[in-house]
């Protein structure tokens, strides 16, 4: 046969990325489709998503881009922002990303692929990792308590709000806010506010605070201007009132300053940016919140805590509010989900690397360089505002702050215009001696030198406010400070981790798919990294021309009109479409309409939302077969038809199916003058084949961390952008320092940053030009392929709990073990321990349906490792058999032990009616590259009743659990 009969179109197409990313190739394929007895994939689409809305019209996307060219044309966009040196401060600062961590944590799969640690077991490595976080916020602020991240330090300053209103026991109807917080922590109080009916007090703390009329009071600390304040005697006064009051503060000066806890602070909330994780045009980086012990159980998001496992030893899991939401739904105190996990262990790592002397040098440095420019303008005359300041200043300029700040673009520097009469400038641990004397120059101060001021210039940290506390004492924080010793520390950590680099993650409703190398290398370039949030938009055209093709192309994957970038994670973007649902209502003088109808088996974030979009839940039920129940839909719509906001529906449904009626759902809910909210989490199964906006959908978010191949980062970054019909658009999120960043009639911020986590949009950018119109929607078909394939090789073994008419799942499907439980006594966590053993991360447990697990294997699965997983299952579906039997006992056998660490099998003694063999190797392929559990199953209980939720000593552990 000869070569030269194909062309060169055939050639290249062989050669594309998209085989890289679907994991069965054609033979394979085919192999699959011929077992569910399908011709092809269009065959498979044809049977599996409804006629009503399958789009007949290929996705209007260029066609796939190799990986060298996608690369080529992302460099030629990030070449378009201009990176300039950002002495503007406003809450993000240039920082060193410690090369060990870029490299070790940031570039390593074994880290960014990872999924929120809800199975203890095989996250150990990133538990303690966000251990070492918690402790470093916890020590730093001073507080007893710190949660593992928030999305960003505006939504923390949020939650601080709606905590205070929670949890104090004053009257007051005023939440106060200090007009020297960050200007972006305002606007998203506000938007949080407007939308519960909370009364906003900004103001200076000193004329405009009465403290009995406030519940609660948020201050900067140091505030924007740069300004130090003793706040504790205003403190110590709301809360001889019953409110709560507390700081947001800068984690760098915290290490010179008295912490927030000395100050009598009720909690702390800020930034972990600025420890080695770049600004990223604003995002992603880890916000956080800490506490007093006596408010654990209000405390928004998670917290990762100390607990046992089944061998007395040491574990860690995540503790208390760990389903928070799936249980408490709109009672729950936050939405939040996915959170910023990969950031806050990489500003743990900071800290862990330089330890407390480290971090006092670069802060001591800071302050002296911040001093010493004072010095240098007030010795020519040009006045400081502020005696007590850390690393800003805020200079007096009559009239010239724009020609000043335009001179310092010149130097390609950014200075913080704050009115015409007034600059801000913020030094951080990147800037140098030099840059310290162009600054001058460009204030028109000649002659001084860095090194002379030196030695004559006083600090301006107060000497009242000096810290004389201790933090970070534990040898995590004193132990790896050598290069050699970090690197091997994060390698010990991530080996204890299963992440994507290990196994198929299998979490229905996740969708772990691949994050390809060539979609995150982009993400570390300083053309994307090194932005600051608020630079002049001619320094961002790269990320303006990035945005808008984004946005374009998520339009027509959608159906909708008009996107959002702005929300940091799929829960923000319920938030902020509920809110656009609500602006709509209130634009047509709807002011009542505030009912949210939602199914039974919605993801809890969808009441969490509804609850903080200001709206009341009323729960439609599912039929048996996991459907909207559209009689009931109708009965309820109907009842409420005056105030009917809403309905949140997810599709596919939760439950994995495609429903037949979604038409008529969104139809019941537009007669009755509702909206229709679609929960994109499932857009896998769309993509390419159905869009929401064209089936009744109102607006959605798209979860880019599912979906389009942002990675997990073990528990965030995320990105959830909206989309929304044309009605909708006047009311997408906007921004109160960016007019670019949407519509003015907008609905406010959402997130402290104009378009959220902006540096990692590369991501999901890259993967549609890599992919393009073909290739997204054979992703899709094959992601429904693969969990048909996986639904039928397992359903002889378990029951599969729902199916469309004709049979088919849609992207995931789910495995009924309640039938198991109640005949033989063998649980879900069982056979998720089990899973363990053979190596794998365990489907999603327990959700939507309690008793089963949905397991979406994603496309990019191959057909060897589906396999590997079905055989795994069907191994352990014979050792329940041999319990049912009766030949294991139910309270010892490898399912109830599970998992089995190494040096459980080592003991002198096995006293088991299982062989260790059965126990570590039930299927001979592990003896190439087994993965131990590095502890046996971890006692939730224990550790709840047991709260420690910052690195102890060990040994006060162990002396604890006997
Ligand atoms: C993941 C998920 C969400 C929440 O998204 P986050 O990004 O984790 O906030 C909402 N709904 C469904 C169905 C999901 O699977």
């Known amino acids: 046969m000869s070569d030269t009969k194909m062309s060169l179109l055939d050639l290249e197409q062989k050669t594309d990325f998209v085989r890289r990313h679907i994991g069965p190739n054609t033979a394979e394929q085919t192999e699959m489709l011929a077992l569910l007895g399908l011709g092809s994939l269009e065959e498979l689409s044809d049977k599996t998503v409804p006629k009503a809305i399958l789009e007949t019209d290929a996705l209007a996307l260029a066609g796939s881009q190799t990986e060298t060219d996608v690369l080529a044309h992302a460099r030629s966009i990030a070449m378009k922002n201009k990176v300039f040196k950002s002495f503007i401060g406003m809450g993000y600062y240039g920082t060193h990303v410690p ?108 004329k405009d605070l009465d403290p009995t009329a406030v519940y609660g009071a948020l201050f900067q600390y140091p505030g924007v201007s740069g300004r130090i304040d ?28 008295k912490s927030p806890g000395e100050l009598g602070a009720d909690f702390a909330i800020g930034s972990a940016q600025r420890f080695g994780v770049p600004m990223g045009f604003g995002g992603p980086h880890a916000g956080y919140f800490a506490t007093r012990d006596s408010f654990k159980r209000s405390i928004p998001a998670r917290l990762v805590g100390m607990s046992v496992d089944s061998h007395g030893e040491p574990a860690l899991r995540m503790a208390l509010q760990t389903r ?22 990489m500003a743990g790592f900071y800290a862990t690397y330089h330890g407390p002397e480290g971090l006092k040098t670069i802060a001591r440095r800071v302050a002296r360089l911040t001093s010493i420019f004072a010095a240098g303008l007030k010795a020519a005359g040009i006045e400081v505002l502020h005696d007590a300041f850390f690393d800003t200043v805020s200079i007096k300029v009559e009239g010239k702050a724009d020609a000043i700040a335009a001179k310092a673009r010149d130097n390609k520097m950014n200075l913080r215009v704050v009115d015409a009469d007034t600059l801000g400038v913020s030094v951080d641990e990147t800037t140098s001696r030099d ?36 933090f970070l004492t534990h040898p995590t924080f004193n132990s790896y400070h050598s290069e050699t010793e970090m690197m091997r520390y994060l390698r010990k950590l991530a080996d204890k981790d299963i992440g994507l680099d290990r196994a198929m993650i299998p979490l229905g409703s996740c969708t772990m798919k691949l994050n390809a190398v060539t979609e995150m290398i982009p993400v570390t370039w300083p053309e994307f990294g090194e932005i600051h949030p608020f630079v002049p938009l001619d320094q961002a055209q790269g990320y303006v021309e990035l945005i808008k093709d984004l946005e374009n192309m998520l339009v027509e994957i959608t159906g909708y009109d008009a996107v959002s970038l702005q929300p940091n994670s799929g829960s923000q973007g319920e938030y902020a479409g509920l809110l656009a649902i609500r602006k709509y209502h209130e634009s047509r003088g709807d002011l009542q309409r505030n009912i949210c109808l939602i199914p039974a088996s919605a993801h809890g974030t969808n009441p969490a939302s509804a609850a903080l ?57 537009h007669d009755f003058g509702g909206q229709v909210y679609v929960d994109g989490a499932n857009m896998n199964a769309m993509v390419g084949l159905a869009k929401p906006g064209h089936f009744g959908g109102d607006v959605s978010h798209l979860n880019l961390h599912k979906t389009f191949c942002i990675p997990h980062g073990g528990g965030g970054p995320g990105v959830g952008p909206i989309g929304v019909g044309k009605h909708l658009a006047p009311f997408l999120p906007n921004h109160s320092l960016v007019n670019e960043a ?39 078909q094959v992601a429904i392929l693969n969990a048909n394939y996986l639904a039928k090789r397992l359903s002889d073994h378990y029951p599969v709990l729902y199916s469309s008419k004709n049979g088919m799942v849609a992207h995931e499907c789910i495995i009924d073990v309640r039938p198991i439980k109640d005949d033989i006594g063998v649980t879900v966590d069982d056979i998720a321990k089990r899973l363990i053993d053979y190596g794998f991360h365990a489907p999603t447990m327990s959700f939507p349906v309690p008793g089963t697990l949905m397991i979406e294997p994603t496309e990019s699965e191959s057909k060897y490792e ?77 550790g709840d009743r047991n709260l420690v939720c910052s690195c102890p000593s060990i040994e006060s552990y162990r002396d604890a659990a006997e």
Not at 115 to 128: D, F, H, K, V, W
Not at 234 to 256: F, H, P, V
Not at 330 to 339: G, L, P, Q
Not at 744 to 770: F, R
């Open 230 to 257: 003793d706040y504790s005697d205003l403190i110590a006064a709301i809360q001889a009132n019953k409110g709560l009051a507390g700081l947001a503060a800068d984690l760098l000066a915290l290490t010179l300053i």
């Open 742 to 780: 949407g519509p003015e009639t907008g609905q406010g911020a959402v997130t402290s940053a104009p378009w959220g986590s902006a540096s990692i949009l590369p991501i999901t950018w890259s993967y549609l030009k890599l992919m393009g119109s073909a290739g997204l929607k054979k992703a899709t």
């Open 613 to 669: 979009a200001g709206m009341k839940v009323v729960v439609v039920n599912c039929d048996e077969e996991g459907y909207v129940d559209n009689e009931d839909l109708y009965a309820k719509a109907e009842k409420h038809q005056e105030n009917l906001a809403a309905v949140m529906i997810t599709y596919p449904s939760t439950h994995g199916v495609f429903e037949e009626e979604v038409r008529k759902t969104c139809s019941i809910v």
């Open 324 to 345: 928070e939401q799936h249980i408490r739904r709109d009672k729950a105190t936050s939405n939040i989900c996915t959170a910023q996990a990969l950031l806050a262990n």
């Open 866 to 942: 589906i396999d590997r997983l079905a055989d795994a299952m069907i191994s352990i579906r014979k050792e329940i058999d041999r319990v049912a039997s009766g030949e294991l006992p139910l309270e010892d056998n490898m399912l109830c032990n599970a998992p089995h660490t190494a040096a459980s099998m080592l003991s002198e003694t096995w006293d088991h009616p299982y062989s260790r063999e059965e126990a570590a190797y039930p299927v001979a392929a592990l003896r190439d590259g087994k993965y131990w559990a590095p502890v046996g199953r971890v006692d939730n209980v224990y």
């Open 99 to 206: 090369k060990v961590i870029l490299r070790n944590v940031l570039e390593n799969p074994g880290w960014y692929t990872a999924y929120t640690p809800y199975q203890a077991e095989i996250s150990q490595g990133r538990l303690e990792a966000v251990l070492n976080y918690q402790t470093m916020i916890t020590d730093l602020s001073g507080m007893e308590l710190a949660n593992s991240s928030m999305l960003d330090e505006g939504t923390a300053a949020a939650e601080a709000m709606t905590f205070c209103r929670r949890v104090a026991k004053s009257k007051a109807t005023v939440f106060f806010v200090d007009q020297d917080l960050l200007p972006q922590s305002i606007a998203v109080i506000k938007t949080r506010a407007d939308a519960l009916g909370y009364e906003v007090l900004v103001g200076d703390p000193r």
């Open 435 to 470: 840059d310290i004397e162009v600054l001058w120059s460009v204030f028109g101060v000649a002659g001084p030198s860095v090194v002379e001021l030196d030695k004559t210039t006083d600090s301006n940290l107060p000497v009242a406010l000096a810290r004389r506390t201790k």
